[in-house]
């Protein structure tokens, strides 16, 4: 009886992790070091992170004045980065819910540029029929109202809550504003929500701090983000290698 062949060696190029820009278009630096440290922890070795904070601004957005301020300050952040950046990046994530500056972004990145709400709404939407927002803020519901129209998803928003008080308030995760995101989340689903977004950079990585949630699916925009921009990099990848072959 022959012996079996040994196996056959096939050259494949080494994987090259993707570089990703991550831009904190609020003020607050301390925020950017927990969303860098949240990426690196997500991608492992699949990406390197490159985070950085809006040059100016408001520290946590909350109404449209902000916004409209922050836009400005996210597309010169990016302009500034993209033109300083050695190697360029494979792409953009825009880590504010509110997604100030979208548009300009993409208009001036040749790569793909991601935000969190509609990465976030759209893996909503593949979980479940009718879709609800929790976030801090009392201007945020109608922002994000007129935010998810102009995204032409606004017919399965069941509800939008705002929680009381400041954003940055929640960052530390305290069992006193876990328990306000829990009693959100309960009241998201009995507005008919069949899956909760947990909604803003200040709330970004909260889930495990939650004391309870409701048996539908919960998601992190922020996480829902970095999946979905680690997805179309290497789709944008595969494309141009096949494009190449």
Known sequence: ????????????????????????????????????????????????????????????????VEAAVAAHAVLETVEREAARAETPFDACLLACFGEPGIGAVRECLPVPVVGMAEASIMAAM?????????????????MLREQIRQLGLDSRCAAIIALPGNALDYVSRSPESAAEVSRALDAAVAQGADVVIVAGAALAGYLPALPRRPAVPIIDSYRAALAQVLALASLDRAQRLCAAA
Not at 11 to 40: E, I, K
């Open 126 to 142: 593949q979980r479940g029929d009718r879709y609800a927002i929790v976030t801090v803020g009392q201007r945020w519901p109608g």
């Open 1 to 64: 009886m022959s012996a079996m062949p040994d196996a056959v060696a096939i050259d494949r190029p080494a994987f090259t992790p993707y570089r990703l820009l991550v831009v904190n278009g609020n003020t607050t630096a301390d925020l950017t070091v927990s969303l860098a440290a949240q990426a690196r922890a997500f991608f492992g070795g699949a990406a390197d992170v490159h985070a950085v904070t809006a040059t100016f601004g408001p520290a946590y957005i909350a109404s449209r």
